[in-house]
């Protein structure tokens, strides 16, 4: 059984992050996007960031060397979402820029916290915490799916988290399934 490196990581605010393809011309208050760098280790890391709101589990042979990655926490609500009510909040998880060519080895174990409060959606308040998913978004404008579920989620209504499995680098949303 392989060990797992375990990091809680601070955030770093910034006074305003510009994230390709989406809409970042409306102002955006000091705090709302945060950022963080992380190193993955081969024999597994799990991140903690942004106060809970996001957690990355990565296992043992996702990298095959350690890999850093950059994990932003993004404003999606001017974004396009083909009438999925989505949350106002997500992130955005890339590799740097010496690791581009990398892959992914394993799923990448994702919880993501969800809050019920009416400005926290692009429309309104889901219904039900059980039709909650995560979403990979898709903020080019040229792309015919922006939002488009990941698969099997499960949601824990006590602790108001959304889990589930990424592949990939992107862009990830709370969203009402």
């Given amino acids: 059984m392989a060990a797992a490196v375990i990091l809680t990581l601070g955030c770093q605010k910034e006074e305003e992050i510009f994230i390709p393809g989406i809409n970042n011309s409306s102002p955006v208050e000091p705090g709302d996007n945060m950022k963080i760098t992380f190193v993955v280790q081969p024999t597994g890391t799990t991140v903690t960031a942004f106060d809970g709101a996001v957690e990355l589990n990565f296992p043992s042979g996702a990298v095959y ?24 909040q997500g992130f955005y998880l890339e590799l740097e820029d010496d690791a581009a060519d990398l892959v992914l080895h394993e799923h990448i174990e994702v919880h993501l916290k969800y809050d019920l409060g009416e400005d926290s959606w692009n429309t309104n308040i889901p219904d039900d ?49």
Avoid: H, R, W
């Fill in 65 to 88: 060397f350690p890999t850093e990655f950059t994990l932003v926490s993004c404003c999606m609500d001017n974004m396009d979402s083909n009438g999925i009510n989505i949350m106002n």
């Fill in 129 to 177: 915490d059980e039709n909650l998913t995560i979403y990979n978004a898709y903020p080019n404008l040229d792309a015919c799916q922006k939002v488009k579920s990941i698969g099997d989620c499960c949601t824990d209504g006590d602790f108001k988290m959304v889990m589930g499995c990424i592949e990939q680098c992107g862009y990830y949303v709370v969203g009402e399934n």
